[in-house]
């Protein structure tokens, strides 16, 4: 049933500790950019980076590379996780009574709440 | 398990199964062990009748309230569990297992030519995965402060509230859910891997497409829905907030999380249901199908839109005004392939040979019915009309004529196409049409009112009404004992010819598909004698006869 | 079980033989359902993630003050840990497909020791926020009394512990799953033929992987600009 029993273990190994290099080098630079560059950035920046060394990991950990099927579900799920994103990121920053809605004003809550809390 | 062990018994015989664990002696335990599809599709058609009924006689006792206006046999409270129990059965329990978990499960593999679904035990397990939801389900109606009285959509923040027995409740739909992911996957693995050789994408029968289009909904979908319950669950418990205004929460997020899985679910219930329809009628129009490319094509992209359109639910639930435009323009592509399915299947009955069994009733019967609570939808689609309908009983006649005259009257359509196949016996046909007449009638008495009354106001979910509305009530009741009556004659008609039907023999409605060209009827536990090689259109006809035969010892083709 | 199974031949008009697959002993299509096994996990964290956006747009600031305070060491050691124990599992599939069972066996044993580390380090993490009063179901993180956090700090500590606790929950699930696998190879079920099982447990303990790629920035590094800080400051 398995069609690759042919593989040389030496000549794969190569494989996994680059990609292990790649990750530890990815992970030091999620640790240095918050005070390195991208200041006002980070929430993006991180996600990018998460998001390479995600890349990383389906290639060539997970061995998708080459799967053309699975490829494309894996593909289609994340389009719709994605979609499923903009629409509902894009409803809440919409929303036309913003202003009024105390679920979205959090300043004009939290003064309130603050008062409260100093008075008991 | 040996190979082929196709001893040319029916798979109902005491022994003719293959087991999850052990090699049981009693025919009890044997159906309890059994991975056969056959065996577990049959059970599961066994157990979801039985809450159907259940539902039935809930919704039957909320008819019986409302038959005069102030309070009957409910008051305001235990109404409100009342039609939570109904939805929440029909929902859960009946409609979302339905046609895939039945016909799914018997007829898909018989129909690729498979001797199984790929993952046999796995099917054993989510069975009883299924099994045990229901169970928790039902335990929540003794346990607790009484079954929850949410509506079967658990709407933040109420259900975070109330102290009724939510938390079973959600636990239960988690689990069913679970159920009907690993069902969907099942299917999807079986239908890319287990085609009869030559037999590609399409040249699947229609309802193969159904199935298909309706696995990915379960796979990808139901997850969405899962992890929202579990919030609401956590937030039940530890009270963070995540959808409780009071604590900074939005409930809107609840609701798109929740429709974002339970929209397509809808379409997740009426694909198959279309697939069924599918098949019927080019069987009795005896013609092959039109536009068959364009039926499975519809199937794959109502799937695919039906992600795209949850926010219709939202219209006045304090969504932005963006938000609600895109949606409402996205919801009326449903339309779209919907129409071409159906007018594909009204050009395929053209010119053909249209014969009046009792499948074909009830798919030509679901036509009418199904176009009402179709183009309803799309009236309701719109932002305008929507303000004055939502929460009417406009909207609960609407998915009552899609759901029930759509999805369960084909199901029921499917039950009589394919019980030859099932049990290889044939009920009364004309008490099976006269059953079917009363269902017709009842439906329409039933439901039609709704629509005028919800058109003038009378809203949902309430267990009193103004005396102007009582006579849509009224009407509606009788429709109901009408409609019921109808049921319930109907499944003594099968059920009579269950036990004591004439044998049918392996292909009584000269049909073309796989499923029709099995060794006996009942089929033999691993099927196909031989698994044929398909190089032909799965309905193809030649002045009213089926195109292909085959020699049913060696299953090559003899035409 | 399947070891003797034969696949039945289909025979064409023309004469031609076609290989009929069962559903015994399909490699692929073990491999394919447990892909979509993991897109419907993808799917449950990817709801979960998009709850934690729509927060973090609406709560910024609290978003980020509390992610401040999360305990970066710590998290970053786990990152790393996991990190290793995604190698460890990947060399061990490698072994047992090359034949080298015994060694496999090591792998997948030096997995289930990575993984029970990063489930203590979780443990010593849990703890230190519960006695700084951050956790679920104390008043920190309730509204409406004394102690309460701004609601997008209890919205964001929430969710921490849910998201995070979820995650745990896969690892634990996952160490049953290696435990089961030596098991299974002792017991000669799985070997360099038959490894669909280790093919697809080493899938999911990098789906494993892959989650708290996304789970780390997003609970501990977003807020990692604001103040210099390691350990949670209480108050």
Redesign the interface.
């Known amino acids: 049933m398995d069609t690759n029993t042919h593989i040389n273990y030496e000549e794969q190994k190569v494989g996994y500790y680059k990609v292990l290099v790649g990750l530890l080098l990815l992970t030091t630079l999620t640790f240095v950019q918050p005070h390195m560059f991208f200041e006002s950035y980070t929430f993006v920046t991180q996600l990018m980076i998460g998001a390479l060394k995600a890349w990383m990991i389906l290639m060539y950990y997970m061995h998708l590379k080459g799967e053309k099927?699975i490829g494309w579900t894996v593909a289609?799920?994340l389009v719709?996780v994605v979609?499923?994103f903009l629409?509902?990121i894009?409803?809440?920053n919409?929303?036309?009574?913003k202003d009024v809605s105390?679920?979205t004003s959090?300043p004009h809550?939290d003064v309130d709440y603050h008062h409260a809390s100093h008075e008991e | 398990?040996s190979?082929?062990s196709n001893s040319g018994k029916s798979y109902l015989e005491a022994g003719e199964t293959h087991y999850a664990i052990g090699h049981p002696k009693s025919v009890f335990m044997q159906w309890m062990l059994t991975i056969d599809h056959k065996r577990i599709g049959l059970m599961y058609a066994a157990v979801i009748f039985v809450f159907f009924f259940v539902a039935v006689l809930v919704a039957l006792s909320i008819r019986i309230e409302l038959f005069a206006p102030g309070a009957q046999l409910f008051d305001g409270d235990s109404y409100n569990q009342a039609f939570t129990l109904h939805g929440v059965i029909m929902i859960f329990l009946f409609i979302i297992p339905g046609v895939p978990a039945v016909f799914g499960n018997i007829i898909m593999p018989l129909m690729i030519g498979?001797?199984?679904?790929?993952?046999?035990r796995l099917n054993w397990f989510t069975f009883w995965l299924y099994i045990f939801g229901a169970l928790i389900a039902l335990s929540s109606l003794w346990t607790g402060n009484g079954f929850a009285d949410t509506g079967w959509t658990f709407y933040a923040p109420y259900s975070l509230n109330t102290n009724t027995n939510v938390i079973t409740t959600l636990v239960a739909a988690f689990v069913l859910g679970m159920a009907s992911?690993l069902t969907g996957?099942?299917f999807?693995?079986?239908i890319?891997?287990?085609r009869?050789?030559?037999m590609d994408f399409f040249k699947m029968p229609l309802f193969v497409w159904g199935i298909y289009a309706t696995a990915w909904i379960q796979?990808?979908?139901?997850?969405?829905v899962?992890?929202?319950l579990i919030?609401a669950l956590?937030e039940k418990?530890?009270?963070?907030?995540?959808f409780d205004?009071?604590?900074?929460?939005?409930p809107?997020?609840f609701e798109?999380?929740f429709w974002?899985y339970s929209h397509p679910a809808v379409y997740l219930m009426i694909l198959p249901a279309f697939g069924i329809m599918s098949e019927i009628i080019p069987v009795f129009s005896r013609r092959e199908v039109f536009g068959y490319r364009t039926i499975a094509l519809s199937s794959a992209s109502i799937a695919g839109i039906g992600?795209?359109v949850w926010?219709h639910h939202l219209f006045t639930s304090?969504?932005?005004?963006?938000?609600k435009t895109?949606f409402s323009f996205l919801t009326f592509f449903v339309a779209i392939p919907t129409g071409v399915k159906f007018y594909d299947w009204v050009a395929t009955m053209y010119k053909g040979k249209i014969i009046l069994t009792t499948p074909m009733l009830w798919a030509l019967g679901t036509m009418i019915t199904f176009v009402i609570g179709g183009l309803t939808g799309v009236t309701i689609a719109m932002i305008g009309a929507d303000i004055h309908l939502q929460d009417t009983y406009y909207t609960v006649a609407h998915f009552h004529y899609a759901m029930l005259g759509g999805v369960v009257f084909l199901l029921f359509a499917g039950l009589h196409y394919w019980f030859p196949v099932m049990f290889g016996k044939m009920y009364d046909e004309k008490k099976a049409k006269i059953a079917f007449y009363l269902n017709f009638v009842g439906f329409n008495v039933l439901w039609f009112p709704m629509f005028i009354a919800g058109y003038q106001g009378m809203p949902r979910r309430y267990f009193d009404y103004l005396p102007e509305f009582q006579i849509y009530h009224q009407i509606s009741f009788f429709g109901a004992l009408i409609f019921i009556s109808g049921l319930a004659y109907m499944f003594y008609v099968l059920i009579q010819g269950m036990k004591h039907g004439k044998p049918s023999g392996t292909n009584p409605w000269h049909a073309t598909t796989l499923e029709w060209h099995l060794p006996s009827s009942p089929p033999p536990l691993e099927n196909h004698s031989?698994?044929?090689?398909v190089?032909f259109r799965p309905y193809e006809y030649h002045h009213g006869e089926p195109v292909v035969k085959f020699d049913y010892k060696t299953?090559?083709?003899i035409d | 079980?399947?070891h003797?199974?034969?696949p039945?031949i289909?025979?064409?008009?023309d004469g031609k033989k076609?290989?009929?697959?069962?559903?015994?002993g399909?490699f692929?299509?073990g491999k394919?359902?447990f892909w979509?096994?993991m897109?419907?996990?993808v799917?449950?964290?990817?709801?979960?993630f998009?709850?934690l956006t729509?927060?973090y747009s609406?709560?910024t600031q609290d978003f980020l003050d509390a992610s401040a305070h999360l305990n970066r060491l710590l998290g970053g050691t786990n990152t790393v840990v996991l990190l290793f124990s995604a190698l460890t599992m990947g060399l061990g599939l490698l072994k047992m497909r090359t034949g080298d069972v015994k060694g496999a066996k090591t792998m997948i044993w030096a997995t289930i020791i990575l993984a029970t580390l990063f489930l203590g380090i979780k443990g010593v993490e849990w703890t230190e926020e519960y006695t700084h009063g951050v956790f679920?179901?104390l008043d920190a993180?309730?509204?409406g009394n004394e102690h309460s956090r701004?609601?997008?700090q209890?919205?964001f500590?929430?969710?921490y512990f849910?998201m995070t606790g979820l995650h745990g929950f896969h690892i634990i699930i996952g160490i049953g799953l290696m435990i089961w696998l030596v098991k299974r190879i002792d017991a000669g079920k799985v070997s360099p033929h038959h490894h669909i099982l280790h093919f697809n447990i080493a899938l999911y303990w990098d789906l494993v992987h892959l989650i708290w790629v996304f789970v780390f920035p997003y609970f501990y590094m977003i807020g990692a600009g604001d103040v210099t800080g390691g350990a949670i400051h209480g108050h």
């Open positions: 099927l289609f799920s719709l979609f499923f629409v509902v894009a409803d809440v919409s929303f036309q009574f105390h679920i959090q809550i | 398990m190979n082929s498979a001797k199984d679904v790929s993952f046999p992911i996957l099942n999807l693995v079986t890319h891997r287990l009869a050789p030559g796979l990808l979908a139901t997850p969405v899962g992890i929202t919030l956590l418990m530890f009270g963070i907030g995540i205004p009071s604590k900074g929460g939005d809107v997020l798109h999380l974002i992600y795209l926010g304090g969504m932005s005004d963006l938000a895109v031989k698994v044929p090689y190089d299953m090559k083709r | 079980m399947s003797e199974y034969v039945e289909a025979v064409d008009r076609h290989e009929v697959q069962g559903w015994q399909d692929y299509g394919l359902g979509l096994f897109l419907t996990e799917m449950m964290f990817g709801a979960m998009l709850v729509y927060y609406l709560h679920l179901g993180l309730q509204s701004p609601f997008g209890i919205l500590y929430g969710m849910t």
